[in-house]
């Protein structure tokens, strides 16, 4: 873990590049030294169906959650949080001048004995690190 999950509106295709925001979010997570490298997932999800406000079709979204796992204390998420949120909101900034566009961003942390994971990538980072 950590696991992030981007929603957002479909209108905002062709206005936002949304691998190069998944990027962005990657390369911010790795940036803060507080998440395993194996860990991190960064994923997209259009949303074709939404409801904004007072319905108008031009207002847009982007919603993110971070799942992740227990064992750091709030400054040390507040700290990585915030740093992720600037990065991303600093990205979006054209949509901001341009839209009317809402950012959310939220943490969650998942309860160790109703979270199953199995990942072999944290292995093979440590063998090409070693073989480098």
Not at 57 to 71: H, I, K, P, S
Request: proline content about 2%; some cysteine; glycine content about 8%.
């Amino acid at each position: 873990m950590p696991h992030f999950t981007i929603e957002y509106s479909a209108n905002l295709d062709g206005r936002v590049d949304m691998g190069a925001v998944v990027e962005l979010v990657r390369k911010a997570a790795v940036e803060t030294g507080i998440f395993p490298l194996g860990g991190i997932r960064v994923r997209a999800v259009r949303c074709e169906h939404y409801a904004i406000a007072d319905g108008r079709q031009n207002y847009a979204f982007l919603d993110m959650v971070l799942r992740l796992g227990e064992g750091r204390d709030l400054a040390t998420r507040k700290k990585a949080g915030e740093h992720i949120f600037k990065a991303l909101s600093a990205h979006l900034e054209p949509v901001f001048a341009n839209e009317k566009f809402a950012l959310s961003f939220d943490m969650q942390i998942n309860d160790k004995e109703t979270s199953w994971k199995r990942n072999n990538i944290h292995e093979a980072l440590k063998v090409e690190t070693i073989n480098g």
